[in-house]
């Protein structure tokens, strides 16, 4: 693997969605049969797409969707500490995307009636120790942990993921071409 | 050099008298990005994206005249960070969410931002509070996309003759005022026959009820960068 | 079964915790309750589910809405586009859509539940199914079959493939394309993009029907099994069309009981508030809805592929409609509520989405140029519902004078399933489970019950995200024993 | 504007709507005008309004204690109105007090040398309604503190420059100033002569003379001590330029932060009139026709910027003009314009007496003349100082009884920031060029602050024209902000040098160009004081996550463990 000079060694590639729509997941997944290539590169860790559910270390992490609750931040803090290189992938994680359009109301008024009680109309919003809690605003990737490096799109294609992939692995600067360069 | 030539990143260029840099590499065929800057208005020279350097100063290629033996830089890696800056400071500032907005592919500022490599805005996003005024028959405006770019300001004062926009505020605070009893466009004298309604670089103001009209692949900027264009000025309909 | 649900005394029982479930799209968690022997006394699907969406495109433009509902889901933002467009051509005031763009409306969504299938049983599904509910975690995942099953794997992810470029060769872009505007569609079909598709269209049916085969051959290993792995019989509800054969794109709410009576038939969707109703409990984010006229202790139904293959009368496609008589004649014509039997269903439906994309790109009418239906008058109040991959999607919407949205209900595809993955995960927890030492292995199970369901969480987990994995146990007397948090 | 907010308090979308049809303009400029300006509120402050001056030097005298001390006592929050609509109480951008600071506005008129005590005597006048005419006079007492003059701070006999100007002619008046090598004393330091010749060349019948009092560069309050004193010097460099352009009509633009100056101002162009030192055929000389209008500013810094200050003078929001063309060319109403500092016009009536060769022997070869400074911040001997140009800092820093100096911020919040080993260095337009602000920080000042400081008055001035600065100036506030809670890393310390060095090459005006320099040169110099405060990781959240949990929490009533987040150790 470039990163530690040779290429015998498969990155080791962890992948998460935040709040996202999975959207780049998919797009990730319109790599299509250069997933099988892809295998050939990069062996996967904690993803959506395994059950392997715990982070380890890895070289780099695809980071889906924006920050918007307290468990969000876990999950990015400890993508953090395992990765070499994290990169922000889609318009959720780079500027909180269409999920931050409810940025400009309060979190607590939305809660509010996001749960109230269909037939009685009294509010019941979800207090388990077991949910996460929401942050008042959903945020950036990049406000939260350091991010090395941003592939915007909602999502980017299929093409935009495997070229900057690919330029990663290789060591190289990711650069996209314009027609590969899209924020929606 | 020729009494009516100056020099853009070393090649010499002929202007006409009176004419801005602008204006001279317009008609020579060089591109200068441009974001406040229509052909068909007085220059405003806020936005700055049009800054060149001018025997090593920056300028405002759209208010600065151009004068003999002038020695200009336009594309340098170094202007070329600086109107990155420029498109990331104009996106946090306001609420600049593509993913939803029907300008997108058809938008100067997204495009320019695809022109320099904005690969995300940098800066800490400033979020906003801003409204959506719909009170209008045939045009919203959602000042959440709104750059200040007076475009509107202009068409609606020197083409219209209604003055109908103004700007109000100063620093951040700054923004598009309407000029009607309430303050909503519904009670302007606003029309969607205004110059000033087909003028928005941005999304920030368009015509109700047909958005995303434009088939992606077909859009303005989706295959050809705004630098490719002859005359980017011109703002393409919305939608 | 019900009494599963809630345990009576939670306090003297060990807690147990699947999280987040894996290989679905988007975030859910499963919690068990057991005693000292491993009985199982309680055991819950637990969903995240915040629906900000309706609240903060309040005040958004409506002909945007499509556009960006569609973001709640990236698995199937069509459906949510399809949705909410109808809804929205109803609101703008558009008459019936011309013949062209209802096709090309049709072609798109059948593309989508093309990929949709493909993605949920090749890519996310099969590792369990092929390589075993407790194979090797490292191993369970898509490359873990390519591995194992390369041609097999190859198949899926073309099918899936080509669904995705039907859909951008109609909305522009794969996912989160637009294409499809109130009134019609934006763009006609050139006739090279239809060529393209139709050369390729055979080979998907050809493949679709392998992979019916597939599950059959799968099924037949040890039928009992898959009949009754996580087995809950539900009411079934789905769209039809006038005469009773299933419609993805439109059609009226038919509704049948476990044992297949009738209960409602080709009703209006746009009284749906008269015959569903959403519960909401308090352990879960996600509401639980239920037929009226029955009541929400019998009310509740499930929706998807394996409710509409037994609601509808026919499928209007030879190949498919042939392979759901093998499939009723399975059982005898009794309705199956067996959870692995989604995934035969799911790939009849796929096997008739691509007879049907293939019919479409015969149809001279797909490469038509007239694409916007007639204008009336603005309305303030539209309802679009379709049969999306994952089941019945309701989108209903009000806007003001000026056109912005003043009031904004989704029913996704999921919520509807909601009670029944929870029935079908504790039939699998008492049946598997109870009485046993807890491996990863057998909470697999739990997680394969839920993955049948094709759950789409991030529909209904939109605005509040996921929940991280952690296993705890607890001693009776509360304390914990051990505690093991994944993210 | 000013004038109609004087009767009724604050300016009514009904007010709005009048000016409007009165003048028969769109409603929106009345508002872009009242919405530009500070002093101009378009919702009713109190009738008592009270604004803190909030330069560092304020904050070094303990005004934060005493506006908290206010706030307590009148039970009011920041920037709010109180119920009663009496009293409001806010922030305003340095009132040109330094020198006896801590300073308020009260109705625009200025309050010096705050205590507690004083805080408390005022909050019980407005609990009682007395109105503001019936304070004691000795809370607006403003003293001149004249610590040191030279030429120009000295008694004038009216009249006397006028004759000596007539008396050498129009063209020979151009000529002496042109001899006397005087500059411009606002900071940029533009040949005075070349200025008023290319005015008076210019085409045009109608040209006028403006007296920039917008001194807004916080810790500057010469002008002030000028006008207040030595009115004759000024007024009468305004006639005499006049005479020298062929101009008969000068404005002086005096700050909104100067009401208290304007009636005596007024009272003395009155009895200039009366003994025709204004007028027609000043003094006698037929053809000498000048007269002054005063134009009270409305509370924005950007309007000392030339071009800003014409808009504003017109009228307008003070955002600056597109140059070319200059004001010389184009300026008041699109006529040729001459716009000078008050100090510069107070030199012209010198010279026109003294002649401009003597003028020029003082000072150093490129700077003539001398210079007054405004001295603030820890010395003993705060106020104005007249010296010859050449003079150096330490030699200044002697006579004010400043010691132990950690650092002297010359030119205000666009200025330059000087430590010790830079002492020797001059005052002079080729080395320290300054428009006269001087403010010291003693041994245990820290410098963070006074940038942090500098970076808000620059946020709040800013008059959103262009975009790096517009941005620029609020993102540099946000990050200084951020530090300042000890939330801050390296990561923002270079964004900050970067933003800077942006501000400097792409604003549009000097407000802009200068915006970073007080942020970057502390940085340079006293980086320490920033990376004491910086968190020891590379990176920290924009967000304080607890802060951003606290709405969920609370709705939600939850207080367990994992409701709640930490910064990572």
């Known amino acids: ?124 919003i979800p207090n388990s120790p077991e949910l996460p809690l929401a942050l008042d605003k959903v945020y950036p990737v990049n406000e939260i942990v350091r991010v090395d490096y941003s592939l915007p799109g909602c999502p980017p294609s299929g093409d935009a993921i495997w070229k900057f992939l690919k330029d990663l692995i290789l060591g190289r600067m990711p650069r996209l071409d314009y027609e590969l360069l899209h924020y929606d | 050099m020729a009494d009516n030539e100056f020099t853009i990143d070393e090649q010499p260029v ?165 000029n009607s009893p309430t303050g909503k466009l519904g009670d302007s004298a606003f029309a969607i026959t205004d110059r000033a309604a087909r003028v928005c670089p941005v999304g920030a103001i368009f015509v109700k009820g047909i958005g995303f009209k434009t088939p992606i692949g077909e859009r303005t900027y989706d295959c050809e960068s705004i630098s490719a264009e002859a005359d980017s000025c011109e703002v393409p309909e919305t939608t | 079964m019900l009494d599963l649900e809630t345990a009576q005394s939670p306090h003297k029982l060990r807690r147990l915790a699947i999280e987040p479930v894996s290989r679905v799209e988007g975030h859910g968690k499963v919690t068990i309750l057991l005693d000292d022997e491993n009985r199982v006394h309680q055991a819950r699907l637990h969903i995240v589910e915040f629906r900000g969406f309706e609240i903060f495109i309040e005040g958004r433009p409506y002909w945007e809405v499509p556009i960006v509902v569609q973001r709640l889901c990236g698995i199937c933002p069509v459906s949510h586009l399809l949705a909410g467009t109808k809804a929205m051509d109803v609101i703008a005031g558009f008459g019936p859509l011309t013949t062209t763009a209802e096709k090309l409306r049709r072609l798109l969504h059948y593309g989508q539940v093309m990929q949709s299938h493909a993605l949920h049983f090749f890519h996310l599904s099969s590792p369990d199914l092929l390589l075993g509910f407790e194979s090797e975690v490292a191993k369970r995942n898509i490359v873990g079959v390519a591995a ?33 505007i109130p009134g019609g569609v934006n763009k006609a079909l050139s006739v090279a993009d239809r060529d393209s598709m139709r050369s390729g269209i055979d080979q998907i049916v050809k493949w679709s029907r392998s992979a019916v085969e597939l599950v059959i051959k799968l099924h037949e290993t040890n039928p009992e099994f898959y009949k009754v792995f996580g087995e809950a019989p539900a009411n079934m509800m789905s769209l039809v069309d006038e005469h009773g054969a299933l419609d993805f794109y439109n059609g009226g709410l038919r509704a ?170 504790r039939a699998v927890a008492s049946r598997y489970l109870s009485g046993r030492e807890v491996t990863e292995g057998l909470l697999n199970h739990v997680e394969v019950a839920i993955r049948a369901y094709d759950p789409c969480l991030s529909c209904a987990t939109h605005a509040l995200g996921q929940m991280p994995l952690e296993v705890e146990l607890v001693r009776a007397d509360g304390a914990t024993v051990s505690r093991l948090r994944k993210r | 504007m000013r004038e109609i907010q004087e009767e009724s308090d604050w300016i009514s979308p009904e007010i709005e709507r009048e000016v409007a049809e009165g003048l028969g303009i769109p409603v929106t400029r009345v508002q872009s005008v009242v919405q530009f300006y500070s002093f101009l509120y378009d919702k009713p402050p109190g009738r008592y309004r009270i604004l803190f001056s909030d330069n560092i030097t304020d904050r070094m005298l303990g005004s934060s204690a005493l506006l908290e001390h206010m706030l307590k006592r009148l039970k009011l929050r920041r920037g709010q109105t109180s119920p009663d609509g009496a009293v409001s109480v806010d922030l305003t951008s340095c009132t040109g007090m330094c020198d006896q600071g801590p300073a308020i506005l009260v109705n625009n008129f200025a309050v010096t040398r705050l205590t507690p005590r004083r805080i408390d005597e005022i909050c019980e006048l407005i609990r009682i309604g007395a109105p503001v005419a019936e304070w004691s006079s000795d809370f607006f007492r403003v003293d001149d503190n004249i610590r040191r003059s030279e030429t120009l701070l000295t008694h004038l006999e009216p009249g006397v420059a006028l004759d000596a100007a007539i008396a050498c002619g129009r063209q020979g008046m151009l000529d002496e100033i042109k001899r006397s090598k005087l500059r411009g004393r606002g900071g940029a330091g533009f040949p005075t002569g070349t200025k008023l010749e290319g005015a008076r060349n210019a085409p045009g019948a109608e040209k006028y003379i403006v007296c920039n009092a917008d001194e807004g560069e916080p810790g500057t309050f010469k002008d002030r001590v000028l006008l207040n004193s030595y009115a004759v010097r000024v007024l009468e460099g305004m006639a005499i330029a006049g005479f020298a352009v062929g101009s008969t009509k000068g404005f002086v633009y005096l700050r909104g932060e100067y009401r208290h100056l304007l009636d005596k101002l007024q009272a ?222 390296r990561y923002e310390v270079n964004d900050l040098m970067r933003l800077a060095d942006f501000m400097k090459k792409n604003s549009h ?32 959240p924009a967000i304080d996550l607890e802060t951003a949990l606290e709405p969920a929490r609370r709705i939600t009533g939850r207080d367990d463990a994992d409701a709640h987040l930490v910064t990572e150790a």
């Open chain 1, 1 to 124: 693997m470039s990163i530690n000079g040779s290429r015998k060694v498969k990155v080791r590639l962890a992948t998460t969605s935040l709040a996202g729509c999975f959207g780049c997941h998919m797009s990730f997944l319109d790599i299509d049969e250069r997933l099988f290539e892809l295998a050939e590169l990069a062996e996967f860790d904690r993803s959506p797409l395994t059950d392997i559910k715990h982070c380890g270390p890895c070289d780099i992490a695809l980071i889906e969707g924006g920050v918007c609750n307290t468990d969000n931040v876990h999950v990015v803090r400890e993508l953090r500490a395992n990765t070499k290189i994290l990169v922000g992938v889609g318009a959720c994680a780079i500027n909180g995307g269409l999920p931050a359009l409810r940025n400009r109301l309060k979190i607590d008024d939305i809660l509010d009636r996001g749960y109230r009680d269909p037939v009685s109309g009294e509010p019941c």
């Open chain 2, 14 to 178: 002929p202007f006409k008298p009176g004419q801005t840099i602008l204006e001279a590499a317009k008609t020579a065929g060089i591109y200068i990005p441009h974001l406040c800057y229509n052909s068909e208005f007085k220059a405003h020279g806020g936005c700055k994206m049009c800054t060149v350097l001018v025997n090593g100063r920056t300028q405002t290629a759209c208010t600065h005249k151009a004068a003999a033996g002038q020695e200009l830089d336009v594309n340098t890696p170094e202007l070329d960070a600086t109107r990155r800056s420029l498109v990331q400071m104009l996106f946090i500032e306001g609420n600049h969410f593509c993913p939803g907005c029907e300008k997108s592919g058809n938008c100067q500022l997204q495009a320019l931002g695809y022109e320099y490599e904005m690969m995300s805005p940098h800066f800490v996003e400033l979020y906003p509070h801003r409204e959506v005024d719909a009170s209008h028959l045939d045009v919203v405006i959602d000042f959440n996309r709104c750059i200040l770019c007076e475009l509107c300001v202009r068409a609606s004062r020197d083409v219209d003759h209604k003055e109908v926009f103004a700007i109000a505020g100063r620093g951040l605070d700054a923004r598009l005022i309407i």
């Open chain 3, 148 to 180: 194992a099953f390369p041609d097999l794997a190859k198949q899926g992810v073309l099918t899936r493939k080509f669904g995705q470029e039907v859909i951008r060769h109609i909305a522009g872009k794969r996912i989160h394309g637009t294409g499809v």
């Open chain 3, 256 to 425: 049948r009981t476990s044992h297949g009576g009738a209960i409602f038939d080709r009703v209006d969707y746009r009284t749906y508030k008269a015959l569903l109703q959403e519960d909401v409990k308090n352990w879960s984010y996600m509401k639980f809805p239920h037929i009226k006229s029955l009541g929400a202790e019998k009310g509740w139904y499930r929706v998807g592929p394996l409710a509409r293959v037994q609601v509808c009368d026919m499928l209007r496609t030879p190949l498919a409609e042939a392979e759901r008589q093998r499939f009723l004649a399975a059982n005898g014509g009794k309705p199956l509520h067996g959870a692995l039997m989604y995934h035969w269903a799911r790939m009849i439906e796929m096997l008739h989405a691509a007879e049907l994309a293939r019919d479409l790109l015969d149809d001279p009418d797909i490469v038509g140029t007239d694409l916007m239906a007639a204008k009336g008058a603005r309305r303030d109040e539209g309802i679009g519902v379709i049969e999306a991959p994952r089941g019945t999607l309701f989108h209903h919407y009000r806007v003001d004078e000026n056109g912005l949205v003043t009031y904004c209900n989704l029913i996704v595809s999921t919520t509807n399933n909601n009670q029944a993955m929870n029935e079908a995960i």
């Open chain 4, 268 to 489: 003395e162009i009155e009895l200039m009139r009366e003994e025709r030192r204004l007028g027609t055929a000043i003094r006698g000389c037929a053809g000498f026709d000048f007269d002054i209008e005063i134009h009270m500013g409305a509370g924005g810094y950007i309007c000392g910027e030339g071009t800003a200050l014409v808009e504003s003078l017109e009228g307008k929001p003070g955002r600056p003009r597109v140059r070319p063309p200059s004001m010389v060319q184009v300026g008041y109403l699109g006529k040729p314009t001459i716009v000078d500092n008050v100090e510069t016009l107070a030199h012209i009536s010198e010279i026109a007496v003294e002649g401009g060769a003597s003028f020029a022997k003082r000072g150093t070869h490129t700077s003539t003349g001398t210079k007054l400074i405004s001295i603030s911040g820890d010395c003993e001997r705060p106020g104005v100082y007249e010296y010859r140009f050449g003079v150096t800092v330490s030699r200044v820093l002697e006579d004010c009884g400043a010691r132990a100096v950690t650092a002297v911020q010359i030119g205000g919040a666009s200025g330059v920031c000087l430590t010790p080993d830079e002492f020797s260095r001059r005052i002079a337009f080729e080395d320290v060029s300054t428009a006269g602000a001087f403010m010291i920080f003693g041994p245990d000042r820290d410098l963070f602050d006074a940038a942090h400081n500098f970076a808000h008055f620059f946020a709040h001035e800013s008059c959103g024209f262009c975009t790096p600065c517009r941005v620029g100036t609020a993102i540099q506030r946000n990050i200084m902000d951020k530090i300042a809670e000890g939330r801050g890393s």
């Open chain 4, 509 to 540: 005006c000097g407000l802009g160009e200068t915006a970073g320099n007080a942020v970057r040169d502390t940085l340079n110099k006293f980086r320490p004081a920033f990376e004491r405060r910086l968190h020891a990781r590379d990176f920290v």
